[in-house]
């Protein structure tokens, strides 16, 4: 049996070898050493997030319709009964109602695509707080930004497609936005839209091209370059033992790291299926199809997009005006302008350390966030204001949770988005410093008992 | 007996001759096996293809009640099982020692940069007028460039933004419900809104909603100029919130304190919020525009009509649009 296993593997690599050439590239790669850190893992999850969404996106594409055009609803959910709708929406109806296991892979498919946004602002934080973005990985952490911003667009347009009524809403948002742009803003509008809002029915049609072949290409292709790039330079690293600047220390691709690789993709899949199966997600049903002239009071978008509604709460209300005439409408400053610094800030970050601190070296250690407190208290600072800017996106919950006056509200966030980066960058600065001093303190207090004074090498900087 | 021991001496002699293939030196350390792990893996193995199997049977019967939460739950704990089977196997069943591996060293292929160099800087050798070549094929591009990204310009209305200023609403026509029945002064009541759109007129374009209120018209305290906008104190503005385009879906007003807030219409996206008594001025929120207002007439038989177009643009601000 065995003898035979191997005899059939070793004339399968003859074969592949003498075609490809590939036996050393195979070769490395099966060795190739993974460093092993829970956070690493976090980048995985959005990798297999993605696979789910793929798959359970490829189903739910079987039974979509995308179109505007009028129809009336006669199918088997009886509160929808005999009401005017899309085709669009009507198609999203009767897949959650009639089509067996429908409903299971559209609430996957939306779950699959909460989870993948979050493990990826989860593996961005890491990457910064660890350092892990400097060279020669800077070009991997563009990379990523780029497809921080496609997965937010694909997500908006996934939920968008269906032409319930927080869709609309959040299409007249998106429509607003593109309309304050100063300069082309209006003619930008027009031509995605078509025409004036709602716009032209070939607007669904713009919109699901891009959800389901675009972006979905786009990510795909971004994502094995991410890949091939970060496997070139290879994996970062903690320092540890025997762990150096000069080489990696972990586990080999095959046959130690696959299986645990694969145990976490079967993960990701179990949570995600038992998540998309027991607990309900956008129930469209309940929020009946679009009108232009209805609006919802509580309406929140999904979890990802809650910074930006937020950054259109909290702006006072003033448009920049110029005589008789507006320049800049009010939606610009928290719809467009705000996602832009943060997405200008990701970018600019690499750049931005390695001026200050004059480090143009290599590194494939990675730092522990309270060895950098001025890193770790930045990228802290940045965090909390743009997690301000989200929270004041549901203020309105809070309000009805709470009690407290939704404007008085809005003035606490206007405040908090200003002071609390300064008081969470100095807090956090002050922090690493305290924990680097008690860690010297417990090892200073060892080396006098054991009386040699052993301080390593790297932690009395 | 000779040829017997012959023959052994040359099937020993085999066999050592093939030892040292056997005998290669491993790549990863020789372990114990782990027959309890085989085990574990086993029965998680044949956990997860029951509760594959449970999600076809699911899915074959119909009349099982429940079926999200059957075929979820099913296909969920397959995979759960399989993730743990996948976890004991990497930790029981294969070497799990560390390796070292080299990182890449800075400057890894210092020759191999000499000639890409090389060779970028040979190939432009025989040019003698670069600067002006460069221009050219740039001209060459963004006019190439430019040509194909045109056709986009098919999608709508690029130059023209007019189509942002029509409304269906001029000096007559009539006010109707959304099911499409004549509005009347008299079911226009105080403490709540309606919304009312163009008759005859199709509903869903972005300047057609309305949303109505009734104020005690001695509270009013209308812009100059709209004297006779609202007739019985009945007010019409843009649905359309003048901020992002949602339905100012919101009326606040004080039905129970004398102490509360005066009325307001409300956007429920952002909150900007209008005063109708005013005009539609922004009381609160982002609006950086006031809400429209479209001035109102009582015709025969009490029904409401536009009294002529609103008083400023409708929907989202552009660049451009005209303030009041």
């Not at chain 1, 347009?157 to 742009?181: E, N, P, Q, T």
């Not at chain 1, 891009?210 to 971004?222: D, E, N, T, W």
């Not at chain 2, 039905?255 to 922004?282: M, Q």
Request: aromatic letters at 12%.
């Amino acid at each position: 049996m065995v003898g035979g296993a191997t005899h059939v593997t070793r004339r399968l690599v003859r074969f592949l070898d003498e075609r490809s050439g590939s036996a050393p590239l195979v070769r490395r790669a099966l060795r190739y050493v993974f460093p092993d850190h829970w956070s690493f893992l976090l980048g995985e999850i959005a990798l297999y997030s993605f696979v789910v969404l793929v798959g359970t996106g490829i189903f739910v594409t079987l039974f979509f319709e995308p179109s505007l055009k009028d129809t009336v609803y006669r199918g088997d959910y009886e509160p929808l009964r005999g009401l005017k709708m899309s085709e669009a929406y009507r198609s999203v109806v009767e897949m959650s109602f009639t089509v067996k296991a429908g409903l299971l892979m559209r609430q996957t498919h939306h779950w699959a695509a909460d989870v993948f946004v979050v493990a990826i602002v989860l593996h961005v934080s890491r990457v910064l707080f660890t350092g892990a973005f400097r060279k020669p990985r800077d070009l991997v952490f563009y990379v990523g930004v780029v497809m921080v911003m496609i997965a937010l667009l694909e997500g908006f347009l996934g939920y968008s497609l269906v032409d319930d009524l927080l869709s609309g809403m959040g299409l007249a948002i998106a429509y607003s936005v593109a309309m304050s742009i100063p300069f082309f803003g209006a003619n930008l509008a027009l031509l995605v839209w078509g025409a004036p809002f709602p716009g032209e029915p070939a607007f669904e049609s713009r919109m699901y091209i891009f959800h389901v072949l675009i972006f979905p290409l786009a990510l795909a292709l971004l994502i094995g370059l991410h890949l091939l790039l970060l496997a070139t330079r290879h994996h970062t690293q903690f320092p540890g033992p025997g762990r150096s600047e000069r080489a990696a220390v972990g586990l080999p691709a095959v046959p130690s790291y696959a299986p645990r690789s694969i145990g976490l993709a079967f993960a990701v899949a179990a949570v995600l299926f038992l998540l998309g199966g027991l607990v309900q997600i956008n129930p469209i049903w309940q929020w009946g199809p679009y009108e232009l002239a209805q609006g919802t009071n509580g309406a929140q978008p999904d979890w990802y997009l809650g910074w930006l509604i937020g950054g259109l709460r909290l702006m006072p209300g003033f448009d920049i005006t110029v005589g008789d005439y507006t320049l800049v409408p009010n939606a610009f400053w928290g719809g467009a302008a705000f996602p832009l610094v943060v997405f200008l800030i990701l970018f600019l970050w690499p750049t931005i350390e390695r001026r200050v601190t004059g480090d143009r070296g290599f590194h494939h250690l990675l730092d522990r966030p309270r060895d950098r407190p001025w890193r770790t208290a930045t990228v802290s600072a940045f965090i909390s204001w743009v997690a301000v800017v989200f929270l004041a996106g549901s203020a309105d919950r809070i309000y009805v949770l709470f009690s407290i006056p939704y404007e008085t509200l809005i003035w606490i966030f206007r405040v908090l988005v200003l002071l609390l980066p300064v008081i969470v960058f100095f807090l956090v600065k002050r922090l690493c410093v305290e924990l680097q001093v008690s860690e010297t303190y417990e090892l200073r207090r060892k080396a006098l008992e054991e009386g040699a004074p052993a301080v390593p090498a790297g932690l009395d900087r | 007996m000779r040829r017997w021991l012959i023959a052994g001496i040359v099937l020993l002699l085999k066999r050592m001759r093939r030892r040292p293939d056997r005998k290669r030196e491993r790549i990863f350390a020789e372990a114990p096996p782990s027959p309890v792990g085989e085990l574990v893996v086993l029965l998680l193995l044949l956990c997860g293809t029951a509760c594959a199997v449970g999600f076809i049977v699911v899915y074959g019967l119909d009349r099982l009640g429940s079926q999200t939460q059957l075929l979820g739950l099913a296909l969920g704990l397959s995979f759960a099982f399989f993730a743990a089977a996948a976890t004991v196997f990497a930790y029981r069943l294969v070497p799990t020692a560390e390796e070292q591996e080299p990182y890449p060293e800075p400057d890894e292929h210092p020759d191999d940069e000499r000639e890409v160099v090389q060779i970028a800087e040979e190939s432009g050798d025989r040019i003698t007028r670069s600067r002006l070549l460069k221009l050219g094929v740039a001209g060459a591009g963004t006019a190439l460039g430019a040509a194909l990204v045109v056709p986009t310009l098919s999608c709508g209305p690029f130059l023209d933004v007019d189509p942002l200023r029509r409304t269906p609403w001029r000096r007559g026509v009539r006010l109707v419900d959304s099911l499409g029945r004549v509005l009347r002064a008299d079911d226009i009541e105080e403490d709540t809104f309606y919304t009312a759109f163009p008759h005859g007129a199709p509903h869903e374009q972005i300047g057609a909603p309305l949303v109505l209120v009734r104020l005690d018209p001695s509270e009013l305290k209308l812009p100059d100029g709209r004297k006779g906008w609202a007739p019985e104190g009945i007010l019409a503005y843009s649905k359309i919130c003048t901020h992002a385009g949602c339905a100012v879906a919101l009326y606040r007003t004080p039905l129970f304190e004398p102490t509360s807030d005066k009325p307001a219409l409300v956007c429920p996206c952002h909150y900007s919020t209008f005063d109708p008594a005013a005009g539609g001025r922004v009381l609160f929120g982002p609006a950086g525009r006031p809400l429209p207002q479209l001035p109102l007439e009582i015709g025969g038989g009490g029904t409401l009509a536009a009294a002529g177009g609103f008083s400023d643009a409708i929907g989202p601000s552009w660049w451009g649009v005209r303030r009041t």
